[in-house]
T-cell receptor
Framework: GQNIDQPTEMTATEGAIVQINCTYQ??????LFWYQQHAGEAPTFLSY????GLEEKGRFSSFLSRSKGYSYLLLKELQMKDSASYLC??????????FGAGTTVTVRA | EAEVAQSPRYKITEKSQAVAFWCDPI?????LYWYRQILGQGPELLVQ????????DSQLPKDRFSAERLKGVDSTLKIQPAELGDSAMYLC??????????????FGPGTRLTVL
């Protein structure tokens, strides 16, 4: 299995920036994913990284360093609707996807 | 927009009873996944189908859980008998192709199971 670590909770103010870190150990690597999950709802896809570097998509950006086993999800111009759990998931050498426990982000006015 | 359908959305049962969940993936999606998500944790893969065949069921507790996708379209996950520790959200997801060809899994709304 995989070892995926991310902070349990983060709190930020509306309009601010929050960075959610994810570290992983995996046997083989075929991509890292970030999903957003609102309470009681299904996860929805946010981003995918397979090469080192930054992928930007609107207010959300995701970074990957394969040599360090590290990724982060950057949320800019936070809105109240961004309050949710953010799941880091890693696809291993056998293309099996494993999820971290998730980081609950609370956005305050 | 095409969506993954699941039913029921909520299920309350007593321990030792049997329960069944249904999933209808996005039309044309060959790969179907069942996940279990315990509150405060990430989803854990229970079983993966490619068409009607099981690709991975290594994490499925086979003494009480079973899954089928007889015609390679919709799928049923069954628990018999249910135990208190089975209380969780059961999520179904699908992708168009196999494991190496997708970058996004499409999740259904889930079935919230409570075992009393």
């Amino acid at each position: 299995g995989q070892n995926i670590d991310q902070p349990t909770e983060m709190t930020a103010t509306e309009g601010a920036i929050v960075q959610i870190n994810c570290t992983y150990q995996t046997s083989g690597f075929n991509g890292l994913f970030w999903y957003q999950q609102h309470a009681g709802e299904a996860p929805t896809f946010l981003s995918y990284n397979v090469l080192d570097g930054l992928e930007e998509k609107g207010r959300f950006s995701s970074f990957l360093s394969r040599s360090k086993g590290y990724s982060y999800l950057l949320l800019k111009e936070l809105q109240m609707k961004d309050s949710a759990s953010y799941l880091c998931a890693v696809r291993d050498g056998d293309y099996k996807l494993s999820f971290g426990a998730g980081t609950t982000v609370t956005v305050r006015a | 927009e095409a969506e993954v359908a699941q039913s029921p959305r909520y299920k309350i049962t007593e321990k030792s009873q049997a329960v069944a969940f249904w999933c209808d993936p996005i039309s044309g999606h060959a790969t179907l996944y069942w996940y279990r998500q315990i509150l405060g944790q990430g989803p854990e893969l229970l079983v993966q189908f490619q068409d009607e065949s099981v690709v991975d069921d290594s994490q499925l507790p086979k003494d009480r859980f079973s899954a089928e996708r007889l015609k390679g379209v919709d799928s049923t996950l069954k628990i018999q008998p249910a135990e208190l520790g089975d209380s969780a959200m059961y999520l179904c997801a699908s992708t168009p192709g196999g494991q190496s060809s997708y970058n996004e899994q499409f999740f259904g709304p889930g079935t919230r199971l409570t075992v009393l």
